[in-house]
């Protein structure tokens, strides 16, 4: 099975319009993480949330976690052009230590 | 502001070579790791090193891989005998030392695209 699923896999829209990509897990997380990816560019954090939190903000960004239903969403508002990137939520599991499993990734599109 | 530099940036290699892939993790970071991410798909785990030695390896990262950090600063992956599936984006990432041991923020470098033909 796999650990961090986002949908949808593509998603295009204008500027100044919202984006919102999801990510759901199946085990227990300690924590789940968003980083997003130009093409062909190293992945950048942009957000962490412990399991223990429901939503945070950072910017222009808005995430949410449901640990009951193992699921997390990334809003992206007021997109610009800059934002095309592929987005990725990883999950750090368990109660110490450990590596971070990668999702397949959103890949957004924003016209100008 | 401080970065994970990897190099060389692209490496082409004939079957069945060794490549050594270079990384500078930030410089008080203590954990260190190799993902790949074969051409559009996932971002995958290798291997993970800590205190000199290795603290988790994923089933991809077999006896034709090796990690090392032969000084203060390196962080090293070598491929023994190269296949052509191995052929990937290679990102090394290294993170902070954190209480509790919790997982958090990893920071990447820019990749080494490897290309075996």
């Known amino acids: 099975s796999q650990q961090g699923e986002e949908d949808p896999q593509a998603l295009s829209i204008q500027e100044g319009e919202n984006a919102t990509m999801n990510c759901s897990y199946k085990?227990?997380?300690?924590?789940l993480q968003w980083y997003r990816q130009n093409s062909g560019r190293g992945l950048v954090h942009l957000i962490l949330i412990r399991s223990n939190e429901r939503e945070k903000h950072s910017g222009r960004l808005r995430v949410t976690l449901d640990t009951s239903k193992k699921s997390s969403s990334l809003l992206i508002t007021a997109s610009r052009a800059a934002d095309t990137a592929s987005y990725f939520c990883?999950?750090?599991?368990?109660?110490?230590?450990?590596?971070?499993?990668f999702g397949k990734g959103t890949m957004l599109l924003v016209s100008p | 502001e401080p970065e994970v530099t990897q190099t060389p940036s692209h490496q082409v290699t004939q079957m069945g070579q060794e490549v050594i892939l270079r990384c500078v993790p930030i410089?008080?970071?203590?954990?260190f790791y190799w993902y790949r991410q074969i051409l559009g798909q996932k971002v995958e785990f290798l291997v993970s090193?800590?205190?000199?030695?290795?603290?988790?390896k994923s089933e991809i990262f077999d006896d034709q891989f090796s990690v090392e950090r032969p000084d203060g600063s390196n962080f090293t992956l070598k491929i023994r005998s190269t296949k052509l599936e191995d052929s990937a984006m290679y990102f090394c990432a290294s993170s902070e030392p954190r209480q509790g041991m919790n997982t958090g923020e990893l920071f990447f470098g820019e990749g080494s695209r490897l290309t075996v033909l």
């Open positions: 090193f800590y205190n000199n030695e290795i603290s988790e």
């Open positions: 410089s008080n970071h203590l954990y």
């Open positions: 990883a999950t750090a599991s368990g109660s110490g230590y450990s590596t971070l499993t």
């Open positions: 085990t227990s997380i300690n924590n």
